[in-house]
């Protein structure tokens, strides 16, 4: 296949010829068609697969060939909607890259920045909007925005903008939509919300299914680390100086565990940058502009704050601690071996993320390639869970109380509901020994010395 067959216009094969692609992915060579022929389509796409040029391309060519119904001024014919910054970010600089010398502009809009030049970028026109929902809802709110002529709506990752709670400011944004569009959905996963989201946004979907999530990029290469919690760093440190990857994307769990990756790396003697939730929109910026150019090789990243990343020839993603959903997994590890490149994905398991583990083995369908160390596993209790202090009330400028958050539903696991103990599970079924030849969970406790 090649994208002359897909009947691609001469000026938007340039631009794919300048970008270095040469010939499309499945999900392109399947979607563009559908795309072209003005079809609903639902595409189950995997991270890495090449999806944005897969609906960026027609869409640019069909807004290129229909002619505007106002071709008096430059109003908004494309809407896509993105549930972060980082991936509204990147499907823009994709647009600019596939739609060089176009007479199109597209423009981008989220929150967490100043909103003047998102409003003043609007005011100039655009005929192609890439949004996060809560931004956008806010300038429709001030009458900034309209979406009265949109031809093409686009809803990217259905299923992180339901994980992420963004299903009503989705919703509202359709109702502010046009009846008579076309309307293009992609997910990596399918659970029932997003299915029947779908079947609330399209007519008569053509459905592209490519590469379903529970099959990791066989480029891939996957290890474990059995390791106590507290010896993290070290391996860390250990893997960052032996294998001295090109580009390591490094994934916490939590923002507080992101920043003292970042110190203790740091301390070492390792340059690394990190971003969160809890960073500005400039400084996560800046220290994606110092990964992707190089400057810094390892950044150290949450789930949220890491989708959208893209960076050519990212080598490893280590995880230093197991995502809390299996499906993370495969996103995570998604951002190495893109597009036919080789990988690297390392993850780190200490006793309390056995369960994690077992599920995204049980995802994946396969088991891990166990890695030995010197730092094995030598803790086989899993710890309590903490109990957590209520926060101090936040306060808005005015110095005004917040509405209080609603209190995560979590059920209370007392130890008793604890996972049975590995060594039933795990070991009998993998018969795994530790570098030392003794069983990993064999061992009798020993806890550090704080
Ligand atoms: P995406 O799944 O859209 O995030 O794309 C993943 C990566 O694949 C990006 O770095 C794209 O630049 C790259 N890519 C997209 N299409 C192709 C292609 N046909 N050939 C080679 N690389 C591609």
Redesign the pocket.
Known sequence: MT?QKLKLIPSLLNN?RD???????P??AATIPLVLAGEDVLGC?Q????????FALPILQRMLQDPSPRPDARIIRTLILSPTRELAM?TWE?FQ?YGKGLPLQSCVIFGGVGQAAQAEALHRGADIVIACPGRLLDLMGQGLIRLDWVEIFVLDEADRMLDMGFIHDVRRVVRALPQKRQTLMFSATMPPEVEKLALDLLTDPENVKVDPVTSTVDAIDQGLYYVDKGNKKHLLIHLLRSENPESALVFSRTRYGVDRIVRDLKKAGIEASGIHGDKSQNARQTALKRFKSGECRILVATDIAARGI?V?GLSHVINYDLPMEPEAYIHRIGRTG???RDGKAISFCCIDEVKQLNQVEKLIGKRLREEHSDWPMEITTPSEPKVREPRPAKVNAAGQPLPPRKPAVRPVRHSRELPAPPAASRQAASGRRSRSGSSVYGQPVRRKKR
């Open positions: 994208f794919i970008a270095g692609y040469s010939r499309p992915t999900i392109q796409a991270t890495g697969t090449g999806k944005t040029a897969a990147q994709n890259l893209d050519a893109r597009a036919g």
